[in-house]
């Protein structure tokens, strides 16, 4: 048995923030994990895919080139470019990674069990720990479609290891990560095709958004079917490793053939492995793991971080719990609640929001103010000619702060940063008014935004 002033079961994104501070204060550390060092975000999330929307992107604008007087010629895609410059970004991000854990704290590779509350075995080895944090993250959900363990399917790791483009590639799933591949996978050239069982794709943002978002990718040429349900999968007999889907829309069944099939039906949490009985920690139905604002499960010295205790989807979520961790431990009083909300699907162009969306803001008791502008009215995105989208502001009446806002445009994922802070600082919504920007931006436009400001009808 070794014993350790912090056991850290697995390498999710709060790990170099956590390690590094209490390699600082001369902690013993062990550091476990099952598959590749760097988890889901370098592996097998944003590093990768933001690799692959830019050069989505750039196949999307040299196909447009004349709009902009620029002659192209002919557009080709070389995935196997595309893919090394994908695998140049995430193998050495977690190569080193891994390094440095293996020099700084004792590494242990392979999947941990608790024994007790204080001990956790990987393999032979029984580890005693003072404080466990588990950051285990999640995976993709495989649904209950009757005929899935028949057929060849791909989640976000397996979408991520084809090595040629797919003909016609089939996606279950109209939220962030489906919607990312899809919009990559098109501007490569493939035929792309969205299931999506509400009515609306991004249903977590509002009406008029999801719209939006609609519209800018059936420009593109990705089909959806709306409403839907997958009610079978079975081999396709016109692609040798493809898929037959069949949907159901109102009673109706229709059958359709892919090359291939990305499922994106959302994430369970890496807790099933953990054996968390023997420890006494708690967890949901679903599987997560509750917490404290502090990051504490139902077992007072061992930490749930990051996705795997249901309050962040996000990277920037996991390093938020490891900074909350970390000043619990030295005895400060930061909490998980205090973050606004904040996120950006990476389709283009990118949509970001902070805070609340109108939606919320209407279910809320609050007396709520709304304004807002095409990215059309925006010189910036006219001179880009990058003119879809919507910014949207909404301010709470009387004390003018700001609640939530969402840039759904070119640069949106940057500029919902400016209002990120005026939330986060409680800054009233005259602070941007009164700020200068530069021009010709996008974001010079957003201090005039509020000049519209309209109770919520
Ligand atoms: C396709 C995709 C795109 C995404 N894009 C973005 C984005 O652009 N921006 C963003 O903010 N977020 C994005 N995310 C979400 C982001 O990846 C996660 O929120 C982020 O990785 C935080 O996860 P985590 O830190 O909780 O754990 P993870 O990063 O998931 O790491 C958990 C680690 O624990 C290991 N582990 C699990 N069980 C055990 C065990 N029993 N023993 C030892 N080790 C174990 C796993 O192997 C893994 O390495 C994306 C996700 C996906 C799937």
Redesign the pocket.
């Known amino acids: 048995m070794k014993n350790y002033d912090v056991i850290l ?6 790990t170099g923030t956590v390690i590094g501070e209490l390699l600082g204060r001369n902690m013993k550390i062990a550091t ?15 590093t990768p ?2 690799t692959m929307v830019a050069s989505a992107r750039a196949a999307h604008m040299a196909r447009r080139g004349s709009d902009f007087g620029v002659d192209v010629s002919r557009v080709a895609i070389r995935f196997d470019k595309v893919m090394q410059r994908v695998n140049s970004m995430r193998a050495p991000a977690s190569d080193g990674f891994r390094a440095w854990l293996e020099d700084a704290t004792d590494f242990y590779s ?4 608790f024994v007790d509350d204080r001990t956790v075995a990987v393999g032979d080895a029984r580890l005693r720990g003072e404080t466990i944090i588990i ?4 995976r ?1 959900r495989t649904p209950a479609i009757p005929g899935i363990e028949d057929v060849v399917w791909l989640d ?1 790791r397996g979408i991520l290891d084809l090595d040629s483009l797919p003909e016609h590639l089939l996606v279950l799933g109209g939220s ?2 489906g919607l ?2 899809a919009q990559v996978y098109r501007r490569f050239g493939s035929q792309v095709t969205v299931f999506e069982h509400n009515q609306r794709i991004v249903t977590r943002e509002d009406p008029d958004i999801s719209a939006i978002a609609f519209e800018v990718l059936s420009a593109e040429g990705i089909e959806f079917q709306l409403g839907v349900d997958a009610v079978q999968l079975a081999q396709s007999r016109r692609y040798p490793d493809g898929v037959a889907l069949t949907y159901r829309r109102g009673g109706q069944d229709t059958t359709i053939e892919g090359s291939h099939i990305l499922v994106a039906v959302g ?1 369970v949490p ?1 807790t099933s ?2 054996n968390l009985e023997a420890a006494g920690v708690e967890v949901d139905k679903r599987g997560f793991i509750p917490v404290d604002d502090f990051g504490r499960t139902s077992v007072p010295h061992i930490y749930a ?4 205790n249901g309050r ?7 390093v938020h719990d490891g900074q909350v961790f970390l000043d619990h431990l030295w005895g400060g009083s930061r909490r998980i609640s205090d973050r606004t909300p904040i ?2 699907m ?1 389709i283009d162009p990118p949509l970001a929001r902070v805070g609340m969306s109108e939606t919320e803001a209407r279910s809320s008791d609050k007396r709520v103010l709304m304004a807002g502008m095409p990215m059309s009215k925006i010189n910036r995105a006219r001179e880009k000619d990058e003119t879809a989208g919507l910014v949207k502001v909404l301010v709470e009446d009387g004390s003018n702060r700001l609640l939530g806002a969402t840039v759904f445009g070119v640069g949106g994922d940057e500029i919902v940063g400016m209002l990120a802070l005026a939330i986060q600082a409680g800054l009233p919504y005259t602070a941007i008014q009164d700020t200068v920007l530069p021009h010709p931006t996008v974001s010079e436009l957003i201090p005039w935004i509020f000049a519209d400001l309209k109770p919520l009808e």
């Open positions: 079961i697995g390498t999710g994104q709060a476990i994990e099952s598959d590749r060092v760097g988890g889901s975000c370098v592996n097998w999330g944003c895919t933001k392979g999947s941990a069990r950051h285990t993250g999640t993709a976000n962030y990560i990312e591949f994430r890496n492995e953990l971080l990051g996705d795997v962040g989807a996000f990277t920037h979520t996991s996120h950006s990476f």
